[in-house]
């Protein structure tokens, strides 16, 4: 008689032999290395911010916390400024702070943004007349003029929540603008005039109509603003219009100048956090990329 049994497997065994998974992980990595590259390089950099107070001293980013003026050594492994910081404890310090900026000031940007874009594209009319003709006169006058002179009015409150939100002042126009024109596209598509047709509210349709669909263009957006207002809150910080008594990137940079670090050739005082800030830049500038594909299917390649 033959043998009708059959061998169960444990369902473990069985989701790990499914080879649409494991292939579709493959396939977009393959497809989409710079998304893969960007987040491998600002996950590192989040890793030295949160790993770092384990086995740095975290104190000693504040001034006369170490020996002044100490070239790289096993004590100090980048060496310390004229203020007496460690400047390895400034570096786990000061990265999250400028991530911090740019993300605050990124998310208010892109939601300001948003909330402009998708008014002036789906409404249209008068509400598209006014919101384009503001977005039209904020993107003509110099955001940087602007920035300073804000800066400089409150530079003796300026901490890092507020310098983010003074970035965060001009960091609406882009987005409003690249939103309203996706906008204006989807609002002709045939699920859209079904649901216009069929009395949903103005309200739902944008919610539950345009902004999923909206959300990998979105995404998108959100890093590329991040990646400005970083630019943007650095070139402050550099002027010295940052926070003053906390250790961001732009403000080791800028004690860096202040103290002729580099005519003194104390490299080690201004190199790690322009080598820092470059590696945010490319990380950050490759996850934007490939956002972007993803948002973008002509932009898609084909493995």
């Known amino acids: ?35 893969v590259v960007g987040l491998i390089i600002v996950v590192a950099l989040l890793l030295v911010s949160l790993i770092g107070p384990f086995f740095v001293d975290v104190r000693q980013a504040q001034p006369m916390r170490a020996v002044p003026g100490q070239p790289p050594s096993a004590r100090y492994p980048l060496g310390t400024d ?30 300001i943004g948003a909330i402009l874009g998708l008014s002036a594209g789906y409404l249209g009319g008068i509400t598209d007349t006014i919101i ?52 204006l596209t989807l609002r002709e598509r045939g699920y859209i ?24 263009y979105l995404a998108a957006t959100f890093v590329a603003a991040v990646s400005a207002t970083i630019l943007a ?4 910080e550099v002027l010295g219009l940052g926070p003053q008594n906390d250790p961001t990137l ?5 004690w860096a100048i202040n103290y002729n670090a580099l005519l003194r050739g104390m490299w080690w005082w201004w190199l790690p956090p ?18 972007d594909e993803i948002a973008n299917p002509r932009r898609r390649r084909v493995v």
Do not use: C
Request: charged letters at 15%.
């Open 233 to 236: 809150s650095i070139g402050l």
């Open 132 to 183: 384009s003709m503001i977005v039209d006169i904020v993107l003509t006058v110099p955001g940087l003029l602007i920035l300073i002179t804000i800066a400089a009015s409150i530079k003796t409150f300026i901490s890092v929540e507020v310098l983010a939100l003074v970035v965060a002042s001009l960091a609406w126009p882009r987005p409003t603008r690249t939103i309203r024109s996706q906008v």
């Open 274 to 291: 322009i080598i820092a800030v470059v590696l945010m830049f490319v990380g950050l500038f490759l996850i934007s990329s490939g956002m």
């Open 193 to 216: 005039q079904v649901a216009r047709r069929s009395g949903v509210s103005t309200p739902e349709i944008i919610l539950f109509q345009l902004l999923p669909n909206l959300l990998p």
């Open 82 to 111: 004229d203020q007496g910081r460690n400047l390895l404890a400034v570096m786990v310090v000061g990265l999250p702070l400028t991530l911090k900026i740019g993300f605050l000031a990124g998310a208010v940007g892109l939601s």
């Open 1 to 35: 008689m033959a043998d009708t049994s059959v061998t169960l497997e444990p369902p473990v065994l069985l989701r790990l032999r499914e080879p649409g998974r494991w292939a579709a992980v493959r396939d977009y990595t393959r497809r989409n290395p710079d998304m």
């Open 250 to 254: 732009g403000m080791t940079i800028y």
